[in-house]
Protein backbone atom coordinates (compact mmCIF):
# COMPACT_ATOMS: atom_id res chain seq x y z
CA UNK A 1 0.00 0.00 0.00
CA UNK A 2 1.35 3.47 -1.10
CA UNK A 3 2.48 5.59 1.88
CA UNK A 4 2.51 9.20 2.24
CA UNK A 5 5.27 11.49 3.48
CA UNK A 6 4.35 14.66 5.31
CA UNK A 7 6.18 17.83 4.85
CA UNK A 8 5.77 21.55 5.80
CA UNK A 9 4.17 23.94 3.54
CA UNK A 10 3.60 27.83 3.61
CA UNK A 11 0.54 29.20 2.03
CA UNK A 12 0.00 32.54 0.76
CA UNK A 13 -3.92 33.71 1.12
CA UNK A 14 -5.23 36.59 0.09
CA UNK A 15 -6.21 38.78 3.09
CA UNK A 16 -9.79 39.71 3.85
CA UNK A 17 -10.41 42.96 2.69
CA UNK A 18 -12.02 44.03 5.79
CA UNK A 19 -9.97 42.20 8.22
CA UNK A 20 -6.47 42.49 7.33
CA UNK A 21 -5.19 39.66 10.04
CA UNK A 22 -7.65 37.21 8.84
CA UNK A 23 -7.99 35.10 5.41
CA UNK A 24 -10.24 35.98 2.79
CA UNK A 25 -13.44 34.24 3.78
CA UNK A 26 -13.67 32.02 0.33
CA UNK A 27 -10.11 31.02 1.56
CA UNK A 28 -10.70 30.81 5.77
CA UNK A 29 -11.60 26.87 5.96
CA UNK A 30 -8.43 25.97 3.85
CA UNK A 31 -6.49 28.21 5.23
CA UNK A 32 -7.45 26.75 8.98
CA UNK A 33 -7.15 23.28 7.17
CA UNK A 34 -3.83 23.99 6.11
CA UNK A 35 -2.33 25.20 9.96
CA UNK A 36 -4.41 21.95 11.61
CA UNK A 37 -1.91 19.78 8.50
CA UNK A 38 0.86 21.82 9.95
CA UNK A 39 1.35 23.88 7.34
CA UNK A 40 1.61 28.00 7.71
CA UNK A 41 -0.41 30.18 6.14
CA UNK A 42 -0.03 34.15 5.88
CA UNK A 43 -1.43 36.93 4.15
CA UNK A 44 -1.13 38.79 1.33
CA UNK A 45 -2.82 42.03 0.07
CA UNK A 46 -4.56 41.22 -3.70
CA UNK A 47 -6.37 44.80 -3.83
CA UNK A 48 -2.66 46.11 -3.46
CA UNK A 49 -1.08 43.57 -6.03
CA UNK A 50 -3.76 44.41 -8.76
CA UNK A 51 -2.97 47.87 -7.74
CA UNK A 52 0.31 47.79 -8.67
CA UNK A 53 2.15 47.54 -5.27
CA UNK A 54 3.90 44.64 -4.69
CA UNK A 55 5.75 45.85 -2.12
CA UNK A 56 2.38 46.71 -0.23
CA UNK A 57 1.00 43.60 -0.64
CA UNK A 58 3.95 41.00 1.13
CA UNK A 59 4.28 43.52 3.85
CA UNK A 60 2.71 40.45 5.97
CA UNK A 61 5.37 38.17 4.39
CA UNK A 62 8.43 38.08 7.20
CA UNK A 63 12.17 38.12 5.70
CA UNK A 64 13.45 34.51 4.75
CA UNK A 65 10.46 33.07 4.78
CA UNK A 66 11.55 30.34 1.73
CA UNK A 67 10.07 28.94 -1.17
CA UNK A 68 5.93 29.09 -0.48
CA UNK A 69 2.34 28.15 -2.31
CA UNK A 70 0.11 31.03 -3.57
CA UNK A 71 -3.49 30.27 -3.00
CA UNK A 72 -5.83 32.91 -3.94
CA UNK A 73 -8.28 35.04 -6.21
CA UNK A 74 -6.52 35.34 -9.89
CA UNK A 75 -3.52 37.23 -10.61
CA UNK A 76 -3.24 38.86 -13.97
CA UNK A 77 0.62 36.91 -15.21
CA UNK A 78 2.54 40.32 -15.16
CA UNK A 79 1.16 41.00 -10.90
CA UNK A 80 2.01 37.16 -10.33
CA UNK A 81 5.89 37.98 -11.63
CA UNK A 82 5.66 41.10 -9.62
CA UNK A 83 4.70 39.19 -6.85
CA UNK A 84 7.81 36.89 -7.49
CA UNK A 85 9.92 39.40 -7.29
CA UNK A 86 8.51 41.23 -4.43
CA UNK A 87 9.16 38.26 -2.69
CA UNK A 88 12.71 37.80 -3.27
CA UNK A 89 13.82 40.74 -2.42
CA UNK A 90 12.42 39.70 0.80
CA UNK A 91 14.00 35.94 0.59
CA UNK A 92 11.49 34.34 -0.11
CA UNK A 93 9.96 32.92 -3.55
CA UNK A 94 7.05 31.06 -5.52
CA UNK A 95 7.45 27.63 -5.91
CA UNK A 96 5.62 27.84 -9.27
CA UNK A 97 8.05 30.20 -11.56
CA UNK A 98 6.01 33.18 -13.20
CA UNK A 99 7.21 31.34 -16.79
CA UNK A 100 5.17 28.20 -15.16
CA UNK A 101 2.37 29.94 -13.66
CA UNK A 102 1.61 32.19 -17.02
CA UNK A 103 2.05 28.96 -19.41
CA UNK A 104 -0.56 26.78 -17.16
CA UNK A 105 -2.19 30.10 -16.66
CA UNK A 106 -3.11 31.61 -19.95
CA UNK A 107 -4.72 29.19 -23.43
CA UNK A 108 -1.91 29.93 -25.94
CA UNK A 109 1.14 28.69 -23.20
CA UNK A 110 -0.76 25.32 -22.95
CA UNK A 111 -3.27 24.64 -26.25
CA UNK A 112 -0.28 22.83 -28.16
CA UNK A 113 1.11 20.62 -25.34
CA UNK A 114 -3.16 19.69 -25.37
CA UNK A 115 -3.81 19.22 -28.55
CA UNK A 116 -6.03 16.32 -29.55
CA UNK A 117 -7.44 16.42 -26.06
CA UNK A 118 -8.99 19.53 -26.33
CA UNK A 119 -11.28 21.61 -28.98
CA UNK A 120 -9.17 23.37 -31.93
CA UNK A 121 -9.04 26.65 -31.11
CA UNK A 122 -7.44 30.18 -31.93
CA UNK A 123 -6.52 33.42 -29.91
CA UNK A 124 -5.35 36.95 -31.39
CA UNK A 125 -3.75 39.02 -28.75
CA UNK A 126 -5.66 42.34 -27.95
CA UNK A 127 -5.69 45.00 -25.04
CA UNK A 128 -9.27 45.93 -22.33
CA UNK A 129 -11.51 47.38 -24.80
CA UNK A 130 -9.77 46.70 -28.19
CA UNK A 131 -11.96 44.70 -29.90
CA UNK A 132 -10.71 42.57 -33.41
CA UNK A 133 -11.81 44.15 -36.48
CA UNK A 134 -14.02 41.70 -38.72
CA UNK A 135 -11.48 40.48 -41.32
CA UNK A 136 -9.19 39.50 -38.49
CA UNK A 137 -11.58 37.82 -36.41
CA UNK A 138 -12.77 35.84 -40.27
CA UNK A 139 -9.76 34.85 -40.52
CA UNK A 140 -9.10 33.50 -37.06
CA UNK A 141 -12.29 31.51 -37.51
CA UNK A 142 -11.35 30.38 -40.98
CA UNK A 143 -8.53 28.13 -38.70
CA UNK A 144 -11.06 26.56 -36.79
CA UNK A 145 -13.55 23.62 -38.72
CA UNK A 146 -17.09 24.91 -39.61
CA UNK A 147 -19.99 25.45 -37.56
CA UNK A 148 -20.41 26.55 -33.98
CA UNK A 149 -18.03 28.04 -31.45
CA UNK A 150 -17.04 29.29 -27.73
CA UNK A 151 -15.69 32.99 -27.51
CA UNK A 152 -13.35 33.90 -24.56
CA UNK A 153 -9.85 35.00 -23.53
CA UNK A 154 -6.77 33.71 -22.47
CA UNK A 155 -8.41 33.04 -19.08
CA UNK A 156 -12.04 33.24 -18.87
CA UNK A 157 -15.12 33.10 -20.46
CA UNK A 158 -18.60 34.66 -20.15
CA UNK A 159 -20.59 31.01 -19.99
CA UNK A 160 -22.79 32.68 -17.61
CA UNK A 161 -23.96 35.29 -20.86
CA UNK A 162 -23.78 32.16 -23.08
CA UNK A 163 -26.03 33.89 -26.00
CA UNK A 164 -24.88 37.44 -25.10
CA UNK A 165 -20.98 36.85 -25.29
CA UNK A 166 -20.18 33.31 -25.57
CA UNK A 167 -21.79 31.48 -27.76
CA UNK A 168 -21.71 32.01 -31.66
CA UNK A 169 -24.01 29.15 -33.54
CA UNK A 170 -22.00 29.85 -36.87
CA UNK A 171 -18.52 30.98 -37.59
CA UNK A 172 -19.99 31.58 -40.75
CA UNK A 173 -21.92 34.42 -40.11
CA UNK A 174 -19.16 37.20 -39.49
CA UNK A 175 -21.49 39.84 -38.47
CA UNK A 176 -22.80 37.54 -35.48
CA UNK A 177 -18.77 36.49 -34.55
CA UNK A 178 -18.47 40.22 -34.20
CA UNK A 179 -21.30 41.17 -32.30
CA UNK A 180 -20.81 38.19 -29.84
CA UNK A 181 -16.51 38.87 -29.40
CA UNK A 182 -17.73 42.76 -28.99
CA UNK A 183 -19.87 42.14 -26.24
CA UNK A 184 -17.55 39.53 -24.77
CA UNK A 185 -14.94 42.30 -24.90
CA UNK A 186 -17.37 44.85 -23.77
CA UNK A 187 -18.38 42.94 -20.63
CA UNK A 188 -14.30 41.85 -19.35
CA UNK A 189 -13.99 45.40 -19.36
CA UNK A 190 -10.44 46.15 -18.13
CA UNK A 191 -10.13 42.78 -16.87
CA UNK A 192 -9.55 41.30 -20.89
CA UNK A 193 -6.88 38.51 -20.30
CA UNK A 194 -4.55 38.72 -23.16
CA UNK A 195 -6.66 38.41 -26.02
CA UNK A 196 -9.24 37.03 -27.63
CA UNK A 197 -9.43 33.68 -28.39
CA UNK A 198 -12.18 31.00 -30.33
CA UNK A 199 -12.29 27.88 -29.37
CA UNK A 200 -14.42 25.30 -31.63
CA UNK A 201 -18.26 24.02 -29.69
CA UNK A 202 -18.15 20.43 -29.02
CA UNK A 203 -21.55 18.88 -27.62
CA UNK A 204 -21.18 18.03 -24.15
CA UNK A 205 -23.39 16.04 -21.86
CA UNK A 206 -23.97 15.17 -17.92
CA UNK A 207 -22.95 12.05 -16.70
CA UNK A 208 -25.72 10.27 -14.69
CA UNK A 209 -26.15 11.33 -11.19
CA UNK A 210 -22.20 13.17 -11.38
CA UNK A 211 -21.13 16.67 -12.22
CA UNK A 212 -21.13 17.30 -15.86
CA UNK A 213 -17.23 18.71 -15.64
CA UNK A 214 -15.15 17.47 -13.24
CA UNK A 215 -11.53 19.07 -11.99
CA UNK A 216 -8.51 16.66 -12.19
CA UNK A 217 -5.68 18.07 -9.77
CA UNK A 218 -1.90 17.38 -10.92
CA UNK A 219 1.05 17.80 -8.66
CA UNK A 220 4.70 17.15 -10.48
CA UNK A 221 2.95 16.14 -13.13
CA UNK A 222 0.29 13.34 -11.17
CA UNK A 223 -2.98 12.95 -10.87
CA UNK A 224 -3.74 13.38 -7.31
CA UNK A 225 -7.41 14.83 -6.49
CA UNK A 226 -10.58 14.58 -8.69
CA UNK A 227 -13.57 17.39 -7.70
CA UNK A 228 -16.73 18.61 -9.38
CA UNK A 229 -15.88 21.70 -11.13
CA UNK A 230 -16.55 24.88 -8.56
CA UNK A 231 -19.79 25.84 -10.50
CA UNK A 232 -21.42 21.99 -10.33
CA UNK A 233 -24.37 22.12 -8.21
CA UNK A 234 -23.23 18.52 -7.43
CA UNK A 235 -19.97 17.38 -5.92
CA UNK A 236 -20.20 13.62 -6.91
CA UNK A 237 -17.57 12.80 -9.56
CA UNK A 238 -17.05 9.48 -12.18
CA UNK A 239 -14.66 7.25 -10.25
CA UNK A 240 -11.32 7.86 -12.09
CA UNK A 241 -10.79 4.37 -11.55
CA UNK A 242 -13.96 2.55 -12.55
CA UNK A 243 -15.26 4.85 -15.45
CA UNK A 244 -13.55 3.35 -18.43
CA UNK A 245 -13.80 6.75 -20.17
CA UNK A 246 -11.83 8.40 -17.89
CA UNK A 247 -9.93 5.36 -17.35
CA UNK A 248 -8.99 5.55 -21.00
CA UNK A 249 -8.30 9.69 -21.18
CA UNK A 250 -6.07 10.21 -17.86
CA UNK A 251 -2.74 8.71 -19.60
CA UNK A 252 -2.86 11.10 -22.63
CA UNK A 253 -3.87 13.88 -20.16
CA UNK A 254 -1.19 12.92 -17.75
CA UNK A 255 1.53 12.75 -20.50
CA UNK A 256 0.33 16.66 -21.88
CA UNK A 257 0.57 17.81 -18.37
CA UNK A 258 4.16 16.55 -17.58
CA UNK A 259 5.32 17.82 -21.48
CA UNK A 260 3.81 21.22 -19.79
CA UNK A 261 6.19 20.73 -17.00
CA UNK A 262 4.47 23.03 -14.00
CA UNK A 263 4.09 21.60 -10.59
CA UNK A 264 0.88 22.52 -10.29
CA UNK A 265 -2.10 22.07 -12.64
CA UNK A 266 -5.71 21.70 -13.02
CA UNK A 267 -7.58 20.33 -16.16
CA UNK A 268 -11.27 20.53 -16.48
CA UNK A 269 -12.49 17.62 -18.20
CA UNK A 270 -16.27 17.31 -19.93
CA UNK A 271 -17.69 14.40 -21.55
CA UNK A 272 -18.63 14.85 -25.33
CA UNK A 273 -21.49 13.49 -26.77
CA UNK A 274 -19.76 10.96 -28.15
CA UNK A 275 -18.19 8.97 -24.83
CA UNK A 276 -15.20 10.93 -24.74
CA UNK A 277 -13.74 12.93 -22.00
CA UNK A 278 -12.05 16.05 -23.17
CA UNK A 279 -9.94 18.66 -21.80
CA UNK A 280 -12.09 21.85 -21.72
CA UNK A 281 -9.58 24.06 -19.79
CA UNK A 282 -5.87 23.87 -18.13
CA UNK A 283 -4.98 26.21 -15.26
CA UNK A 284 -2.21 26.85 -12.38
CA UNK A 285 -3.62 24.80 -9.53
CA UNK A 286 -2.76 27.78 -7.36
CA UNK A 287 -5.82 30.28 -8.53
CA UNK A 288 -7.66 27.53 -9.18
CA UNK A 289 -10.76 26.97 -7.16
CA UNK A 290 -11.90 23.96 -4.70
CA UNK A 291 -16.16 22.75 -4.94
CA UNK A 292 -17.56 23.94 -1.51
CA UNK A 293 -18.40 20.49 -0.86
CA UNK A 294 -14.41 19.07 -0.97
CA UNK A 295 -12.83 17.56 1.33
CA UNK A 296 -10.48 20.57 2.12
CA UNK A 297 -7.83 18.07 3.98
CA UNK A 298 -7.56 15.87 1.32
CA UNK A 299 -6.86 19.12 -1.24
CA UNK A 300 -4.17 20.42 1.88
CA UNK A 301 -2.28 16.98 1.11
CA UNK A 302 -1.69 17.90 -1.73
CA UNK A 303 0.64 21.10 -0.47
CA UNK A 304 1.61 19.38 2.30
CA UNK A 305 2.64 15.66 2.04
CA UNK A 306 4.27 13.69 -1.06
CA UNK A 307 0.40 12.08 -1.50
CA UNK A 308 -0.22 8.78 -2.96
CA UNK A 309 -1.29 8.44 -6.50
CA UNK A 310 -4.68 8.54 -7.70
CA UNK A 311 -7.24 6.77 -5.97
CA UNK A 312 -11.34 6.20 -6.28
CA UNK A 313 -13.05 8.98 -4.95
CA UNK A 314 -14.75 9.26 -1.45
CA UNK A 315 -18.45 10.52 -1.29
CA UNK A 316 -17.46 14.05 -0.96
CA UNK A 317 -16.27 13.51 -4.25
CA UNK A 318 -12.52 13.42 -3.58
CA UNK A 319 -10.00 11.13 -3.62
CA UNK A 320 -8.94 10.22 -0.05
CA UNK A 321 -6.09 11.44 1.74
Known amino acids: MATTTATTATVLYCRDPLHERRADAHFAAEARQLRAAGGTALLID ?7 DAERAVARVPDGTGAVWYRGWMIPAGGYAALDAALRRRGSELRVSPEAYRRAHELPGWYETFAG ?11 PGAVP ?3 GLSA ?15 VKSRK ?29 GEF ?5 VLRAFEPFVTPEAAAAEVRVWWRDGAPRLVTAHPDSPVAEVPDPTLDPAL ?5 PVRAAVEALGCPFVTTDLALRADGVWRVVEVGDGQ ?8 DQAAFVSLLTADQAPLRAPAASGTTPA
Open 46 to 52: HDALLAG
Open 117 to 127: LTPVSGWLPAG
Open 133 to 135: DPE
Open 140 to 154: LAAGLPPGAAVVKDY
Open 160 to 188: HEWHEACYVPDLADPAALHRVVARFVELQ
Open 192 to 196: LAGGV
Open 247 to 251: VAVLP
Open 287 to 294: VSDLHREA
